[in-house]
């Protein structure tokens, strides 16, 4: 055990309560000691001619004070007060006990506090009341020093209630040590511990008993705590000299300590706890499990440590003013002391105490006469100058002693102690701690979750742009890839299908080398041209200066577009280069387009050649006729024939607005008539309708005209816009070919179209040529007409790859289903049919439904190539003009024989029907249609040229033609 808690036992065991008769004593609940503190300097020195003169003694047995104004007469040898002593203003008072002057604090403490204090540890109230003359060491017995023997009660008691709770045997129980400390100032109650409380009210109730409301109240848990608060409180006390005291309190001063002791009794302990406590939940004694209540007890022990201001008699201290206020207010309130300890003390049946009358008494009311165990501790002077004031501290004093308390344990059942509150607070607090961590935790998780989540939002709009981004490059590629399949979709929508159009799409490299190759074709043919053209206006320079001048400025004309041509394909080349230079994927379409372009391109220039073969053919047949027929057979007649043979190409005006007859020369509606039915009739008239199909029924035109479906009597020719015009004006009707097989569709259609034709050209030639072998002129037959037949096929040798420009078999390229004449009887026909218009052959050169095909695949071109078709009708009208010019000028009109007999030719040379497409027929249309020019041209031109010619072979073909 502690020796601090052992001496504090040991005290409690030799204290004065262990002398008290029994729990319920009147006398042992309410001790009055005397302290007699020793003589002051001041009092040694006495008081002018009065030495100091000690008044005070104590017997033996420290309970009885001798009190005299001549001690030493009334004291006996052994210190006991001598009978009869009365003469000498001698009193005797008996008290629990009587500390003489040189008695320690430590003994005061333990014998005359120690067991009130701890009292409190076993829930009593307690109150130790030091009570005195100003100046008789009130505080030095109550505070002392706080450190050292001169410790007075006030930091004993601290330290023992520290003490004895820490040596506390009992696990169970638990403590809880609050202190105040408040001043009775001028009759104010006021908070030393918290000076801006002042004016407080004194307030009691059953629980509580009397307390003052709005007092602080501090938990300490170890001395210097205590002794914190205590020094802060004296350092507000109010203070103040006197003469009897330096430092005078000039207030009443309380510090309160209040102990609340829980105890959870074991389960051994549960029957003998029951009845002492509050109930509790507790485990049973093997530890499984609650079994029931268990009872627990709240103590609360409120120990009153009082300091009382000094009474003092004003004209001994000589207190004026605000001391002398002061001094009447401490005296009305020890009074008032007084009284209530008489009335306590009076045997009297007792009937008011007057504890209302002033603040001390109403605070101490619980000390004095009520639920407390109480010492009193009357301080007295052992001097002469006090004896008044001894005596009636002794009188006071002695009175207090009948003061009879009744105490008990204060000991909570309500449940609303403050202990059982902390503990409630307690385990509230432990629960809101465990479930803010938790709060923590999850706030932590819900910040890291949000976090995330911010980052994922920001990461996924993130992506979202991202995605928004790709999403808008992949429409404008969408958009552009849209675009350019439109653009091929409409270029090949300009082209024609064929079986092999997916293939030969597919033959880019084999395409793109075939187009170079006929690019280079076309750049070889187109220079050969000119040097040919050149070759033709030296030879027409024999002719007619005037002529040649005109020729020369087609010729610059032909050149300039020649130009022009030549620069579109390098520019095509170019445009070749840089495709090739692309990757294969992003020069697939262009490709497609590219052939498109080189198609249409290939077109034009067929086109031109057509024309421009045309229009040699008949300008050099013109200069022929004018070179060599008789001057007095020149006529009007025949330039009238002419004229009509030449139709819209004669003249000026729109060919669509009417048949041929508009010229510039212009013959009549009769002669034009005349002049069809010359040319066309013959056919009707000889077989009253064009044959169908079947061999070639003898000597005639060129099997390429076989297969016309040109209905007796008709005459078309197309205009430069590919419309086909029936000469007779009657009508006019749109051949142009659509939807069918096309020689300019498909790049492998026009090398298959490029190889027959070559080998139709091979063959053609063959029978211009009078080759033997598969035909050409029939045995017996007359050297045709080599003029016409030159004018006819002007480039039949002249080609430069050796091809005849323009030239595509009909059967080849059109596919046509019916049977392909023989060679023998197309050539033999052919040459046979007089050469001229017989030797044209296959010669798709001026093929008008290739024309009118590549116009339509080409209309989104329209512009380009309406502007080029407009030049070049211009040169031909132009070119036709001056034929016509120099027909009227000079020539004179050929024999019509050999027309009749090309008539016949033609209409014999006509094969039997193929049935084939509307392409092929109208294909075969407008070749007859171009036939039947060359024909009426050949009539027109000379009449009499078949009969220098020779006349028409034996088959009957117009040789003249
Ligand atoms: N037992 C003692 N031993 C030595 N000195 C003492 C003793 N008691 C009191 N004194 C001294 O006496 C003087 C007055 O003491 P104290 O102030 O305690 O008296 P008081 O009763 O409190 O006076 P007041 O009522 O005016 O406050 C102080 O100087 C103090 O040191």
Redesign the pocket.
């Known amino acids: 055990m502690d020796p601090a808690y052992a001496g504090a036992r040991e005290a409690q065991d030799d204290g004065l309560y262990h002398q008290a008769s029994g729990a319920g004593s009147t006398s042992e609940n309410f001790k009055v000691v005397v302290r007699i503190?020793?003589a002051?300097p001041r009092e040694l020195r006495g008081t002018g001619l009065r030495p100091y003169q000690c008044t005070t003694a104590v017997e033996p047995g420290e309970r009885n004070i001798i009190l005299s104004e001549n001690l030493q007469a009334v004291l006996s040898q052994q210190g006991t007060m001598i009978v009869d002593s009365g003469l000498y203003n001698t009193y005797r008072f008996t008290f629990d006990c009587v500390y003489d002057t040189h008695c320690q604090q430590e003994r005061i403490y333990r014998q005359s506090a120690q067991q009130v204090v701890l009292s409190i540890l076993q829930g009593y109230n307690a109150a130790i009341i030091a009570y005195?003359q100003?100046?008789?060491?009130?505080?030095?017995?109550m505070e002392g020093a706080m450190e050292g023997p001169d410790r007075g009660i006030i930091p004993r008691t601290v330290e023992d209630i520290f003490t004895y709770i820490v040596n506390d045997p009992e696990p169970s129980s638990k403590y809880l040590v609050r202190s105040s400390y408040l001043q009775i100032y001028n009759e104010v109650v006021s908070d030393l511990l918290k000076p801006e409380r002042s004016s407080l009210a004194i307030r009691e109730d059953k629980r509580r008993g009397v307390f003052v409301e709005g007092l602080s109240e501090w938990v300490v848990r170890s001395p210097a705590e205590v002794y914190q608060l205590m020094q802060r409180g004296q350092a507000l006390r109010a203070t103040g000299a006197?003469k009897?005291?330096e430092?005078?309190?000039r207030s009443h001063a309380v510090c309160v300590i209040i102990v609340e002791k829980c105890t959870t009794p074991s389960a051994a302990d549960d029957s003998g706890a029951g009845g002492q406590g509050g109930a509790a939940w507790g485990r049973s004694g093997n530890g499984e499990g609650p079994v029931g209540p268990v009872i627990q007890s709240i103590k609360v022990g409120k120990l009153n440590l009082v300091d009382l201001?000094?009474s003092e008699r004003v004209h001994v201290t000589g207190a004026v003013g605000r001391r002398l206020e002061e001094s009447k207010k401490i005296n009305a309130s020890l009074s008032a002391l007084g009284n209530v300890i008489a009335a306590l003390t009076d045997r009297r049946e007792r009937t008011h105490i007057p504890y209302r009358d002033s603040k001390l008494t109403r605070l101490l009311e619980d000390s004095l006469g009520g639920n407390c165990r109480t010492t009193m501790i009357a301080?007295i002077a052992p001097s002469l100058d006090a004896f008044q004031e001894s005596l009636s501290t002794l009188k006071f004093a002695n009175r207090a002693k009948n003061i009879q308390n009744e105490v008990h344990v204060n000991e909570d059942v309500d449940q609303r102690t403050l202990l059982r509150k902390y503990e409630r607070e307690l385990r509230r607090l432990r629960d809101e701690l465990a479930r803010r961590s938790q709060n923590v935790v999850d706030k932590r998780a819900l910040l890291v979750a949000e976090e995330q989540a911010k980052r994922a939002e920001a990461d996924k709009l993130a992506a979202l742009t991202a995605l928004q981004e790709r999403s808008r490059e992949f429409l404008r590629e969408k958009e552009e890839k849209r675009a350019l399949e439109l653009k091929i979709q409409a270029m090949q929508s300009q082209l024609l299908s064929g079986g092999s159009s997916g293939a030969a799409l597919q033959e880019v490299p084999a395409v793109r080398a075939m187009l170079q190759r006929e690019a280079n074709k076309v750049k070889e043919h187109y220079e050969a041209r000119i040097r040919a053209l050149e070759a033709e206006r030296q030879d027409a320079e024999g002719s007619a200066s005037a002529e040649v001048d005109r020729y020369k400025q087609l010729l610059l004309k032909q050149r300039d577009i020649m130009i022009a041509l030549t620069a579109r394909l390098n520019e095509r080349d170019e445009r070749i280069a840089s495709l090739q230079a692309s990757g294969p994927r992003e020069g697939a379409g262009q490709d497609e387009e590219l052939d498109a372009v080189d198609r249409y391109t290939r077109h034009l220039e067929d086109q031109l050649d057509a024309k421009t073969t045309e229009l040699i053919t008949l300008r050099k047949a013109a200069v022929e006729h004018a070179a060599s027929s008789p001057a007095g057979m020149r006529g009007g007649l025949e330039q009238s024939a002419l004229q009509s043979a030449l139709g819209d190409w004669a003249g000026p005006h729109d060919a669509a607005a009417g048949g041929g007859g508009g010229g510039g020369g212009g013959g009549t509606a009769g002669q034009r008539q005349q002049l069809y039915e010359a040319a066309m009739g013959r056919a009707s008239s000889a077989d009253g309708a064009l044959p169908q199909s079947g061999p070639h029924p003898g000597p005639g035109l060129s099997h390429a005209y076989s297969y016309g479906h040109l209905p007796p009597g008709a005459s078309l020719v197309y205009s430069a816009d590919g419309t086909a015009v029936d000469l007779q004006g009657l009508e006019s009707q749109d051949v142009t070919p659509r939807g069918s097989a096309s020689t300019f569709s498909l790049p492998s259609s026009v090398a298959t179209s490029v190889a027959a034709s070559h080998h139709a050209w091979q063959r053609g030639m063959a029978g211009a040529g009078g080759a033997p072998t598969t035909g050409g002129l029939a045995p017996g037959t007359s050297q045709p007409n080599t003029a016409t037949a030159a004018a006819a096929m002007p480039y039949a040798n002249g080609g430069p790859s050796g091809r005849p420009y323009g030239v595509t078999p009909l059967q080849d390229t059109l596919g046509t289903p019916g049977p392909l004449p023989a060679p023998a009887s197309v050539d033999g026909s052919a040459v046979s049919g007089g050469g001229g218009s017989g030797a044209l052959g296959p010669d798709d050169m001026a093929s008008p439904g290739e024309v009118a095909e590549l116009r339509a695949a080409a209309l989104t071109a329209a512009k380009e190539r309406s502007a080029l078709q407009q030049i070049l009708d211009s040169k031909v009208r132009v070119m036709l003009a001056e034929i016509m010019a120099d027909v009227a000028s000079g020539s004179s009109t050929d024999g019509g024989a050999a027309g009749s007999s090309g008539r016949s030719s033609q209409a014999a040379g006509l094969p039997g029907g193929s049935g084939g497409s509307p392409a092929s027929g109208a294909l075969v249309a407008r070749l007859s249609a171009l036939d039947a020019l060359v024909a009426r041209m050949s009539l027109a031109i000379g009449s009499n040229a078949g009969a220098a010619a020779g006349g028409p072979g034996p088959g009957g073909g117009g040789g003249g033609g």
């Not at 100003?134 to 017995?141: R, V, Y």
């Open positions: 503190r020793p002051l005195g100003t100046g008789t060491g009130k505080t030095h017995t006197t009897l005291n430092v005078s309190s201001a000094g301080t």
